[in-house]
């Protein structure tokens, strides 16, 4: 075991991109014959992650931050590597769930057009990391640390994120059709124009945050904190806004139904209301 190890550690520094892939895989092979050591590959996948893939970039060959997110290609092109590791570590039983054992660190990388979706990367530390456009449909991330992480135009359809702390992050115009954030903090985060038809937000701290634009049809919000959010402009239509907390809240030009309407304390009412 220990001359695999050994063998699958030097092909990860290997100039040629086949022989670190070799590496990669065989990584998860001695952690599936070798529970005991799981733990210790995981450490070692997520900082190859942090060294070939940093955020901000500063590697030769790194698209550049300010690049085009169009002309960014998919980070199974430009990074098969980096790819490939998220893949082993998001099926290999790395992630630990909140309070067990020691999360996967993944903090400031970047994973632009990466594919995470259906992962399982339950309680892992994004924060900072830049995941513009990034697939994370039915990604299971409870627990997991993003705060300030860049989530613009990411696909997050269907996600488990319950708890999962995006204080500050950049969501806009994100997808998160269903998905489901009970609990979840969201205080200060960017939210303008997302997109969340039908998303569990129940009893989730959503206070400052941005949501000019977005879209809220169905959604649950019962005793979700509002407080001096800003929701101009949102379609609040079927909302379910029971318990919640709206005190401060900016809601000039929102759109909601009667019944909606009638869930928004004055306090909401004081900045504006719904026409």
């Known amino acids: 075991m220990t001359e695999r190890f050994t063998r699958a550690i030097d092909q990860l520094g290997h100039v040629q991109l086949d022989v670190r892939l ?93 594919d995470l979706g259906g992962d399982h990367l339950e309680g892992v530390n ?28 990411a696909n997050l ?22 998905a489901h954030l009970e609990g979840a903090n969201l205080n200060y985060a960017q939210l303008e124009r997302a997109d969340l038809f039908h998303a569990h937000l129940e009893e989730a701290f959503l206070s400052a945050a941005q949501l000019e634009g977005a879209n809220l049809f169905g959604a649950q919000l019962e005793r979700t904190d509002l407080v001096d959010a800003h ?17 401060g809240a900016h809601l000039e030009g929102a759109r909601a139904s009667e019944r909606t309407r009638r869930l928004i304390p004055r306090g909401a009412e004081m900045r504006g209301g719904c026409p």
């Open 231 to 247: 929701l101009e402009g949102a379609s609040l239509y079927g909302t379910h806004l029971e318990g919640a907390s709206l005190f």
């Open 22 to 114: 070799g590496g990669i895989y065989a990584l998860e092979r001695i952690a599936r014959d070798s529970p005991a050591d799981r733990a210790m590959i995981g450490e070692v996948l997520t900082a190859f992650v942090r060294s070939h893939a940093p955020w901000p970039p500063r590697l030769p060959g790194q698209y550049i931050a300010t690049a085009p997110i169009d002309q960014v290609p998919e980070l199974q092109v430009r990074a098969p590597d980096v790819q490939a590791s998220l893949t082993v570590l998001s099926r290999g039983g790395f992630a630990q769930p909140e309070g067990q054992g020691d999360p996967l660190d993944l903090h400031a990388v970047d994973l632009r057009h990466a």
């Open 157 to 178: 359809n269907y996600a488990q994120l319950e708890g999962v702390n995006l204080s500050g992050a950049q969501l806009k115009e994100a997808d998160l059709v269903q």
């Open 126 to 153: 994004l924060s900072a990391a830049q995941l513009e456009e990034a697939d994370l449909v039915q990604a299971h991330l409870e627990g997991a640390n993003l705060s300030g992480a860049q989530l613009e135009r």
